[in-house]
């Protein structure tokens, strides 16, 4: 079956610090990966997205980054830490499913990390 | 690209009672509308979904409405019960695209 797993689950960090967020997918191959972010009492902002190895795309402008080193690997990054970057932030993979008449793409999601920037 | 609207933004009932969700889309093109579930400090996960050619889906106390024409779908939960606290958040996709999330809607149920 598959698996997600994402790392650390909580984090407490100084402004203009860095970051590195990690989730890994097993038991499937070529999934697509996201990267959410959850601020307090808000919806799901999608950060970034990949569809392939080295394939990442942005949805809005921001202090991270993403990379995609391997297959089932996901990296958030950030150079130096704003307060703003606080937030629960959620790592999922979707892979295509074919049904008889249609193609779904349920998201799974990871854990989350709880990140408190200070 | 695809907009999804949720509403209410929270919703509090008491414990039997039947609870209401709803979202619209902008997107003609999505066909796909999964509803999430995200209990307090946890991930969200998958509790039902409905394709563009089904109307209605049913799974015990939960169902999902879908009307193409109007672009708008609703979970509705009957008989709540406090362990029906959550979040949930209704999303649209069309195919492979990546789903879009609504806001969410924060469930309290009250014994």
């Known amino acids: 079956s598959q698996t997600i797993h994402q790392w650390p689950a909580t984090l407490v960090q100084p402004v203009g610090s860095p970051l590195s967020l990690e989730c890994t997918v097993e038991?499937?191959?070529?999934?697509?990966l996201y990267w959410y972010r959850q601020a307090a009492g808000r919806g799901l902002q999608l950060l970034f997205y990949?569809?392939?190895?080295?394939?990442i795309s942005s949805e809005v402008p921001q202090n991270l980054s993403a990379s995609r080193p391997q297959d089932r690997q996901f990296i958030l990054s950030s150079k130096k830490l704003l307060l703003s970057d606080s937030g629960f932030y959620l790592c999922?993979?979707?892979?295509?499913?074919?049904?008889?008449?249609?193609?779904?793409?349920?998201?799974?999601f990871g854990q989350g990390t709880r990140l408190t920037v200070v | 690209g695809e907009n999804v609207e949720q509403h209410p933004s929270t919703l509090s009932v008491q414990e039997g009672d039947s609870a209401v969700i709803k979202c619209t889309y902008s997107?003609?093109?999505?066909?796909?509308f999964p509803w999430y579930k995200q209990e307090l400090g946890k991930r969200p996960q998958l509790i039902i979904d409905?394709?563009?050619?089904?109307g209605e889906k049913k799974d015990q106390r939960i169902a999902v409405t879908l009307n193409k024409t109007a672009k708008h779908f609703s979970l509705h939960i009957t008989e709540t019960q406090p362990e029906d606290s959550a979040v949930y958040f209704c999303?649209?996709?069309?195919?492979?695209?990546?789903?879009?999330f609504g806001r969410g809607t924060s469930l309290i149920v009250h014994p």
């Open positions: 990949s569809v392939g190895i080295g394939q």
């Open positions: 038991g499937t191959s070529n999934p697509n």
């Open positions: 999922a993979w979707s892979v295509l499913r074919p049904t008889h008449k249609s193609v779904n793409t349920e998201a799974f």
């Open positions: 409905i394709r563009s050619n089904v």
């Open positions: 997107d003609s093109a999505s066909n796909y």
């Open positions: 999303a649209a996709s069309k195919g492979s695209y990546i789903p879009t």
